[in-house]
């Protein structure tokens, strides 16, 4: 029996349950945004989550921050930064929102699958 026979699911059944599962999640997130208050369309939610996610993703969900280094990005295309505040900031500016939107869009995507 090959290696391949032996997995219970294929390859496509893997991908297609992560992109239904992934899309449960920006379901979620996008209905706490509107319960927190925000404002903005279901695109442009969409587009804060993505930019949102690429430049904390190392620094709340990994833990992995390095003295010296904001804004380079790693191997798979998450940003770095050598703290918390500063990769939030980075949000702030490249999506040139208030701290208040900010904090909606941290908290919709925290309150509904723990981001730190």
Request: aromatic content about 12%.
């Amino acid at each position: 029996m090959t290696k391949k026979e032996q997995l219970p699911f294929t390859q496509s059944e893997a991908n297609r349950d992560y992109l239904l599962t992934e899309k449960k999640f920006n379901d979620e997130h996008f209905v706490e945004y509107q319960e927190l208050g925000g404002e903005s369309s279901r695109k442009e939610y969409d587009n804060m989550r993505e930019v949102f996610i690429d430049h904390t993703h190392n620094s709340y969900v990994m833990g992995n921050m390095s003295i010296g280094v904001n804004g380079e990005q790693d191997a798979d295309g998450f940003y770095m930064y050598e703290s918390r505040p500063k990769s939030c900031q980075a949000v702030i500016d490249e999506l040139g929102i208030t701290d208040d939107e900010f904090e909606k869009l941290f908290r919709s995507i925290d309150n509904v699958t723990a981001w730190t």
